[in-house]
């Protein structure tokens, strides 16, 4: 029997298969659905509004959307390739798996029922758009339903795509309820929590996980565990500040509205959704009409931004006997798994390069071939990955080899992962969450690593850098020689994919940095926790002129002691406002400026080490 055969013998999936399916309808088109999800189900939600729509109000939040690759989820020519070899595997056994990637990557086309043959190839107008304006600002706490949410049984926890969905446009949910006579809107505090990001970026195989409907899905089989390792680290205890929207939506002072008369604020929202892939979203403007090439670009070049922000690199080397000792302390300032996503071919290396007196290269550790897109694997390379698998038990079942595999919906165990923990990082909690590393060890409280490496005796200067790759040439190569003939594969996005990584998918360098050999070897600084800046904005104060009372905001990014006080033209001070600890966020302050005279005067908000002057004028 060949591999492909006994592939197709999917026993343990077809008995879970025989006691999960139930029948779903929407419309008139009948399927086979192998799992239900609670949450919002196909057919019990309103057509999604086109982003087109919202455009005109939100001219610039629209344009931050359209370069990210939530704008671009099913157009995703990688996500296309893994799609359609996942169809090939389980079609055939009447296993309807492919609707549940469309739940997240095309909420409004899985919300219409279009998420059948389970191929992008169906769906049209917003379902292309993805995670869109519409399908994001009618969602609501699917664990806290308001009664404004349809949903169909209760959802046990967040992940898995089981969202909870109004079923009309209105009213628009955001962080503030607004009045205007463009269309009702409603304060929802979930937008703005982590949790709201959890729902798609908690993802298991609930497939392979019996009851799977009344299961946490952190507790089922592990795909990725974005949310739990955020939830379980240091991150998740600095409130507003630490949220996944406060490296991915960052704020920025302007307008969210384009409309005359709009208001400046403090908290904008960015909506570029900035993460770490520099390949997909350039691999898409290769195959799709009408994107925003200019955005995606701009997108691209965020990403390459934030990637160097994810970690701190340091380097020392010395003589050592008859040779030199390097070592290289990488430390994870993300928060979450460093890499983290999706696992298969994400990656992160360092590659270390001794050279001697002459400036010649005498050692190298984890070179990247441009040439042939290898990483040339040497004795000392140090990765940082995962490899999810096929156990014995399930191997046995389907007559095939365990170990491990790229093919997620058949993975059931993890073989090894090494990626740093982020900062918090306690084990017992981890594997409650099955996010522990697997065949590496970290100690509790430790999110960093430290690799040692041997040189040669006349390496006078080492340099290291810190790689980063969103998907590797053995991934990018299984899924082309796995698409070939598949006829799921209906634009050969297999092949696509491929073509387009060997121009695009080149690694990122996150950090670098250069050492010279001491005569003796000296240890690496002690670790210390690092500690976020914080940002402060102050705004204009409103009304100004004022008589006598005036409102005065200022944001700040971390949780801080602040003061406000008014000062005179002289410096003299005059009213103190605040001066106390407040959380991070927005804030206002009214100024009663019934008791000091006429004229100009000064204020000023300040936290340890910064402050920001603004003049404001008193008319009575």
């Not at 999800?37 to 509004?49: E, H, K, N, R, V």
């Not at 939040?61 to 390739?81: E, V, Y």
């Not at 497939?207 to 739990?228: D, F, G, K």
């Not at 302050?589 to 005279?597: K, T």
Request: overall charge negative.
């Amino acid at each position: 029997m060949n591999r492909r055969a006994k592939i197709f013998r999917l026993n343990i999936l077809v008995a879970l298969a025989a006691a999960l399916c139930s029948l779903a309808y929407v419309g008139k088109r009948e399927f086979q659905q192998l799992i239900f999800l609670p949450g919002t189900q196909p057919g019990q939600a309103d057509t999604a509004t086109s982003v087109s729509d919202c455009k005109p109000c939100h001219e610039e939040i629209t344009r931050q959307w359209s370069g990210s690759m939530m704008a671009h989820a099913p157009k995703d020519p990688l996500f296309n390739a893994m799609l359609s070899l996942t169809l090939q595997y389980t079609m055939e056994q009447g296993l309807d798996v492919g609707e549940y990637c469309l739940r997240c990557h095309s909420p409004s086309g899985w919300l219409a029922g279009r998420s059948h043959p389970q191929t992008v190839q169906d769906m049209y107008g917003s379902d292309l758009d993805g995670v869109h304006c519409d399908a994001c600002h009618r969602m609501t706490d699917p664990l806290a339903n308001d009664g404004s949410s349809l949903i169909t049984d209760s959802v046990p926890g967040y992940g898995n795509g089981m969202y909870a969905v109004q079923r009309q446009q209105y009213p628009v949910r955001g962080r503030r309820g607004i009045p205007h006579a463009y269309g009702e809107t409603t304060a929802d505090p979930f937008l703005s929590t982590s949790e709201f990001c959890g729902v798609c970026h908690e993802v298991s195989n609930p497939y392979l996980t019996p009851n799977a409907r009344h299961v946490s899905p952190h507790r089922q089989v592990m795909i990725e565990r974005t949310y739990s390792e955020w939830k379980l680290s240091w991150f998740a205890t600095r409130g507003e500040a630490g949220t996944c929207q406060s490296c991915h939506m960052p704020t920025f002072e302007g307008k969210a509205s384009s409309l005359p008369g709009a208001p400046t604020r403090l908290d904008v929202a960015s909506h570029s959704f900035t993460g770490g892939n520099t390949f997909a979203p350039r691999s898409v403007m290769q195959h799709w009409n009408g994107v925003d090439e200019d955005a995606i670009q701009k997108g691209v070049e965020e990403a390459e931004s934030l990637l160097r922000k994810g970690v701190s690199l340091q380097l020392t080397a010395g003589t050592v006997g008859d040779s030199v000792k390097a070592r290289v302390r990488v430390t994870n300032l993300t928060g979450h798994k460093l890499p983290t996503g999706f696992p298969e071919g994400r990656r992160v290396w360092i590659e270390l390069v001794g050279r001697d007196r002459y400036g010649d290269i005498i050692f190298e550790s984890g070179r990247y071939d441009t040439s042939t897109h290898d990483i040339l694997h040497d004795a000392q390379l140090k990765m940082y990955h995962i490899e999810p698998g096929i156990s014995a038990t399930l191997a046995a079942s389907l007559g095939m080899t365990p170990g491990p595999s790229f093919l997620a919906a058949l993975n059931d165990t993890i073989y090894y992962d090494n990626r740093i923990p982020p900062r918090g990082y306690k084990r017992e909690e981890f594997v409650e969450h099955r996010a522990m590393p697997v065949g590496y060890h970290y100690h509790d409280g430790q999110y960093w690593d430290e690799t040692e490496y041997v040189l040669p005796s006349a390496a006078t200067q080492v340099t290291a850098v810190v790689w980063y790759q969103v998907a590797s040439k053995e991934f990018i190569e299984f899924t082309r020689d796995e698409n070939l003939n598949n006829p799921y594969d209906w634009n050969s996005w297999g092949e696509k994919a491929y073509r387009d990584w060997l121009r695009f998918g080149e690694p990122v360098e996150m950090a670098s940095e250069k050492a010279a050999v001491s005569d003796s070897f000296l240890p690496l600084p002690e670790q210390k926790d690092f500690e976020a800046p914080v940002e402060i904005r102050l705004a204009q104060n409103y009304p100004n002129p004022c008589n006598p009372l005036t409102i005065i905001e200022f944001w700040i990014s971390e949780q801080s002691f602040v003061s406000l006080i008014l000062y005179d033209i002289t410096g003299k001070e005059m009213i103190r406002l605040v001066e106390q600890e407040l959380p991070a966020g927005l804030h206002r302050s009214e100024l009663n400026a019934a008791n000091v005279s006429s004229g100009v005067y000064f204020y000023r908000v300040a936290t340890t080490g910064k402050s920001i002057i603004k003049k404001l004028l008193v008319m009575k």
